[in-house]
């Protein structure tokens, strides 16, 4: 099982990017899929997640009307699309596959959740 989180980088404040998460090893269509950030000092947060079928999503109250989460089961690829970018926004991003319900309803994960790596993402003032 592998989940790969990319698209990262350095943007200023307004700006946009737009994150990948590859996935293998396991059927996509079956787990839920939420992008995860944990900025230097703080604890991790759930940006956002969508659930198997595509038909659940949750944003946290931060990215709702910004970012957009979107998965391409076909393609074993999900996506968060970021806009109007703040200074805030700046952290590591991961993306986080879950076979149950829980993720996309309250936005935190589970034991059985499992993580990929992360992609830096830092907006300037």
């Known amino acids: 099982v592998q989940l790969q989180a990319s698209g990262g980088g350095l943007v200023q404040t307004g700006g946009s990017l737009r994150l990948s998460c590859a996935t293998s090893g396991f059927t996509l269509d079956g787990y839920a899929i939420g992008w995860f950030r944990q900025a230097p000092g703080k604890e991790r947060e759930g940006v956002s997640c969508?659930?198997?079928?595509?038909?659940?999503?949750w944003y946290a109250d931060s990215t709702e009307g910004r970012f957009t989460i979107s998965r391409d089961n076909t393609k074993n690829m999900a996506y968060l699309q970021m806009t109007s970018l703040k200074p805030e926004d700046t952290a590591v991003y991961y993306c986080?596959?879950?076979?149950?319900?829980?993720?996309?309803?309250?936005?935190?994960?589970?034991?059985?959740?499992?993580w990929g790596r992360g992609t830096q993402v830092t907006v300037s003032s």
């Open positions: 969508i659930s198997g079928a595509g038909t659940d999503i």
């Open positions: 986080a596959a879950d076979p149950g319900f829980t993720m996309c309803l309250v936005g935190t994960p589970s034991v059985d959740t499992w």
